[in-house]
């Protein structure tokens, strides 16, 4: 078991990682819970006992979940089981059940405890930590949402055995971008296939630390704790564009935040902040996890685009995390003409 502390003041908690810590769920409960909420997804029964009087509740799978209407559901749900601000919420799931379930509980009687059990890779080792909570709306992903810290954080590697190959991608994603993001001082992150080498345990706790140290250093999204959405502006806009053709069920997060990451390189080359090598390693590092590189088939570099324009790090401008000369940092006011020819590079069509 590895334990890594969130350094947030009074809101600090840790991130618990190895085999078999959900069944300490009732340990890290706050004081004076009474009862609980439990929020799964459909199709997985939730295995975890909060040792209190509780209640479980499944969301739909898959991103047609993350709607401002399924939060109001859960409050609802927590209303007519008569949860009060001293009680909690544990979300047991991937990404979209703790943003989800992170959320519900934000805004419920303006507040309560939540505890998240992450069960995917991608919702270990980024997901379900920072406190970053949220929904999708038609416009785009994530642009409704709170900043709340859960009390814990169990990720339990035992509940990655029976994950399927695309949901291990889809993690595997986000390790890619923390191969880029290690903090000055800190121990080298290993790339690509390397990282693979190493036990399971290690792999989640060594990304979890890396997103701590970020979230600790900037808890509310200022410049610092952006650089997490290395490769997203692309990413999130390749989702909103595959949910609104066909209801995103063909492209998972973590393979979307991949050709991010190689775009983001090619329109940081495009600009002069980094040189071919720099591209080159990160193609390496995108490949050594066995993911994609290019866009998908189809790929319109107007629709992206206009989704882009839209993603909740922009400031009315075209806002994007690029790597150069000081590292992977946010970059503002970057010409729509230069994102549109690397996209075409990359064989987008108009």
């Known amino acids: ?104 509980a934000s805004v419920y009687l303006r507040g309560i405890a939540y505890v998240n059990v992450p069960t995917t890779l991608l919702a270990q080792v980024d997901a379900a930590i920072g406190g970053k909570t949220g929904v999708n709306l038609p416009e785009g992903k994530n642009l409704v949402g709170t900043f709340w810290q859960p009390s ?29 993001l290690v903090p000055a001082g800190a121990a080298t992150l290993p790339l690509g296939a390397a990282m693979l080498e190493l036990p399971l345990e290690e792999q989640v706790a060594r990304c979890a630390a890396i997103k701590a140290a970020v979230v600790s250093a900037d808890e509310r999204e200022g410049e610092g704790r952006m650089v997490l959405n290395y490769g997203h502006t692309l990413g999130h806009a390749l989702e909103a564009a595959a949910l609104a053709a066909d209801g995103g069920d063909g492209l998972r997060h973590g393979e979307a935040v991949a050709v991010g990451l190689v775009f983001a390189a090619n329109l940081a080359r495009r600009l002069g902040r980094i040189d071919d090598e720099r591209v080159a390693l990160h193609r390496a590092v995108v490949a050594g996890f066995d993911l994609p590189t290019r866009l998908p088939p189809g790929a319109s570099a107007g629709t992206l685009l206009e989704y ?7 400031r009315h401008d075209l806002t994007f995390v690029l790597d150069g000369p000081r590292g992977v940092e946010p970059v503002r006011g970057i010409d729509p003409e230069a994102v549109v020819a690397t996209l075409a590079d990359m064989g987008a069509a108009p």
């Open 1 to 104: 078991m590895i334990t890594v502390p969130v350094e947030l003041g009074p809101r600090s908690y840790d991130v618990v990682v190895g085999a078999g810590v959900r069944h300490s769920l009732a340990a890290v409960l706050p004081r004076g819970v009474r009862r609980v909420l439990v929020v799964g997804r459909e199709g997985s029964a939730p295995d975890v006992d909060p040792g209190v009087d509780h209640d479980v509740v499944v969301l739909p799978d898959g991103e047609r979940a993350k709607t401002v209407d399924t939060v109001g559901e859960l409050c609802r749900q927590m209303a007519r089981r008569g949860l009060a601000r001293t009680d909690a919420l544990v979300a047991v799931g991937g990404g979209v059940v703790t943003d989800v379930a992170g959320f519900a």
């Open 152 to 180: 814990a954080v169990l990720c339990d590697t035992e509940t990655l055995a029976t994950l399927p190959p695309r949901e291990w991608a889809s993690g595997r994603g986000e390790m890619a971008k923390y191969a880029f």
């Open 308 to 314: 882009m324009a839209r993603d909740k790090k922009a």
